[in-house]
């Protein structure tokens, strides 16, 4: 593949603290592992390379060894670690029978927090490891009497409270399948999603909070009910104190009478493999897919990862902003897994009356690890918001994921969150329900670049010829299984749809459909969806490398950079720009952009206009619609492309599909609508 090679920065932006690096959880593994697994091939245990060549050329020492080392509680013992390798049939930990609920809940503190409940408003309260066992015995208790049995599904229509957690953990301790979605989906939204799985039960809230705005969603949560022929019953949940309607066509159940039973929890083991929740794809293009994933799979990759790569245990507290339908709800949820103390939030991420309260929260429960998104972190400096005004020293790493970490977020951080503060771009997905590559306290950060590929994940790049390449842009692939991959797709009952999505490209191999380039200094980049990829005249580049430059600019609040090929054989390249508050989108900005471009990531790749346009669309877990944008502007029909209600703000594909067409009618470049 045709493409320019990345400028490498051979110079970490931040080295580890070597302190910080030996009294770390990952070096302890590493010594662990040198010492009971005879891994004599790590011989630096501060350092990370060798512990990570380890873990992906013998694959099956190193899940055992993350297997002992966090002292898995298995009902029966498992027979071999890996008895198949081939992808996507892998088969791990054959034979052995355990539960996620219990090792949830076995390492938490009977009067310690082990949820502390927070909003936007500021208020919060906490829910030590004694009240939440008895809580998920009561629900699960409850969830028996309402007829959930092993196999069954419990889906949730809930915002980001201990609602959510408390049922997730009694439906799986019964052996019973989760499912949950925020309720800033519509009814119709919700239900194609859950009328797929056949659920017993559902679990919903009256509401939820969002910019200074209180949600009602009794009528929405009654409505969706109405559509799931399947419940036998429905638990009403009362967030906001709002009054439910006292007639109901179905049986209901107050979440009081739900969680306050004074019940005995019996955990039921399962097979590793045996499912454990049910999480979906964006839905932008037909029904979204259900990808299921297992207990054990994901036991051992949430474990790996928020212990060994966040460092945290025992006495740590995790604020990760999320939503309950993206995969970070999941991984927020297994922070009990470590012991350490997990928040919720519910509300918006910066507020308009007070967009630094995640700050002032972090800072109020002195959370150590504190999580979010690129495009929080850039709406924070362009706001001018100064997180350091509040006492955040008990921070130490900031996660970031869901996009690509642009390069101007790290002096930013150092400057106002802290010099100190390790920040950890992410890369991963749903699909896996983790990550690809990130941190971990024994790796440098380069600035604009993800650290390493994570402990366990056969990372590679490959060309178009399916060879694997460095410091050059490739196909991300995962060649080695993992854990945590999915078991299969719901009402997939050949595979077929499972294979189609990941191992056509290369067989065998995991194509996850993102450009990244693994870098001679052991970083990876990450430039942006595969099938998003900017092709002026062979020269690729992934969106990604655009949007980054562009951002940085203080008068640009986000921006999205299509490539359209046209039916005459051209190559239409705009690039559309949400202007800051205030500014207009004029010729002289204009050139500016055009500029930073040129010079910042390629001068072949400068876009044919520059349009302002009133917001950016994205999937409701906040990754931008490339793809579709495109094909509207190609002229699909928006009923083919994407379903509106998969999308943060859905009047923009009407908008994005009118602009396609006043450039079909004008035939040349156009003058379009421009919103600054």
Same mark, same amino acid.
């Given at each position: ?112 927090? $082990? ?39 419990? =889906? ?7 609602? /959510? ?10 052996? /019973? ?12 939204? /919700? ?106 799979? =994901? ?51 910066? +507020? ?10 972090? $800072? ?75 941190? /971990?306290?024994?790796? #440098? ?47 997939? #009952? ?86 800051? +508050? ?46 579709? =944008? ?16 998969? =999308? ?20 040349? +470049? ?7």
């Amino acid at each position: 593949m045709t493409t320019q090679r990345p400028t490498p920065h051979p110079q970490p932006f931040l080295p580890p603290d070597p302190e910080a690096a030996a009294g770390s959880r990952v070096a302890d593994f590493a010594r662990w592992a040198a010492r009971h697994q005879g891994a004599e091939e790590i011989q630096d245990f501060t350092g990370y390379q060798s512990l990570h060549h380890w873990s992906v050329t013998d694959l099956e020492r190193f899940w055992a060894a993350v297997w002992a080392y966090f002292d898995i509680d298995a009902a029966t013992p498992y027979e071999r670690v890996l008895a198949e390798e081939t992808m996507p049939s892998a088969r791990w930990f054959p034979g052995a029978t355990l539960n996620y609920a219990h090792h949830a809940l076995r390492n938490l503190h009977p009067d310690a927090p $082990a949820i502390t409940a927070l909003d936007e408003t500021g208020a919060g309260y906490e829910i030590t490891g004694r009240q939440l066992r008895a809580q998920v015995a009561s629900v699960a208790a409850t969830l028996r009497d309402l007829g959930v049995t092993h196999g069954d599904r419990v =889906v949730g229509y809930l915002p980001n409270t201990p609602h /959510a957690i408390i049922t997730f953990l009694a439906t799986v301790s019964l052996g /019973a399948v989760w499912s949950v979605c925020g309720q800033d989906y519509g009814p119709k939204a /919700a239900a194609d999603r859950f009328a797929q799985l056949e659920p017993t039960v559902l679990i919903t809230a009256d509401g939820y909070l969002f910019n200074g705005t209180t949600h009602d969603r009794r009528a929405a949560s009654l409505e969706l009910a109405e559509t799931l022929p399947t419940l036998k019953a429905t638990v009403l949940v009362d967030h906001l104190g709002l009054t439910w309607p006292e007639t109901h066509t179905h049986l209901t159940v107050p979440w009081d009478a739900a969680a306050t039973r004074t019940e005995h929890l019996t955990i039921t083991p399962v097979a590793f493999d045996h499912p454990l929740w049910i999480v979906f794809s964006s839905g932008t293009t037909g029904l979204p897919k259900g990808i299921v994933h297992g207990h054990g799979g =994901v036991l051992l990759e949430h474990l790996k990862i928020l212990t060994l790569h966040c460092d945290l245990g025992v006495g740590d507290r995790l604020l990760w902003y999320t939503t309950t339908h993206w995969m970070m709800w999941n991984l927020v949820v297994s922070t009990l897994l470590t012991g350490a103390t997990t928040c919720t939030y519910d509300g918006s991420p910066a +507020p308009v009356a007070r967009p630094d309260i995640l700050w002032e929260l972090a $800072a109020r429960h002195k959370v150590t690890v504190f999580g979010t998104s690129p495009q929080y972190l850039l709406a924070m400096a362009k706001l001018r918001i100064e997180p350091g005004l509040h006492d955040l020293s008990s921070i130490r790493a900031i996660g970031s994921t869901g996009a690509a970490l642009p390069a101007s977020a790290y002096p930013w951080v150092r400057d106002h969150v802290g010099a100190g503060v390790q920040l950890a771009s992410t890369s991963g997905g749903t699909d896996v329900v983790s990550a690809f590559a990130g941190s /971990a306290p024994t790796t #440098p950060v380069w600035a604009g670049e993800v650290s390493a590929p994570n402990l366990g994940v056969a990372l590679a790049a490959y060309d178009g010829a399916g060879r694997p390449i460095v410091d050059q842009v490739g196909e991300l692939v995962v060649t080695r299984p993992m854990p945590s991959m999915p078991l299969y797709f719901w009402n997939d #009952p050949d595979g077929s749809r499972y294979r189609d999505a990941y191992f056509t490209a290369y067989p065998g191999v995991w194509r996850h459909g993102d450009w990244i380039t693994l870098t001679s200094h052991g970083s990876v980049i990450v430039h942006g969806r595969s099938d998003a990829t900017l092709n002026r005249n062979g020269v690729r580049l992934g969106s990604a490398d655009i949007h980054d430059v562009v951002e940085r600019l203080p008068e640009i609040t986000e921006a999205l950079v299509i490539g359209a090929e046209e039916p005459d054989g051209g190559y239409w390249m705009p690039l559309f720009v949400v202007p800051a +508050p205030g500014v207009t989108l004029d010729d002289a900005l204009r050139e500016r952009i055009r500029d930073a471009i040129r010079t910042g990531a390629s001068p072949r790749h400068v876009p044919d206009e520059i349009l302002a346009v009133p917001a950016i669309p994205h999937t409701r877990t906040g990754k931008r619609l490339e793809v579709p =944008v495109k094909r509207l502007l190609q002229g699909a029909p928006a009923e083919q492309v994407l379903d509106p209600s998969a =999308v943060d703000n859905p009047d923009l594909v009407a908008y994005f599909a009118d602009l396609g067409t006043e450039r079909r009618q004008a035939r040349q +470049p156009h003058t379009v609508k421009d919103a600054s």
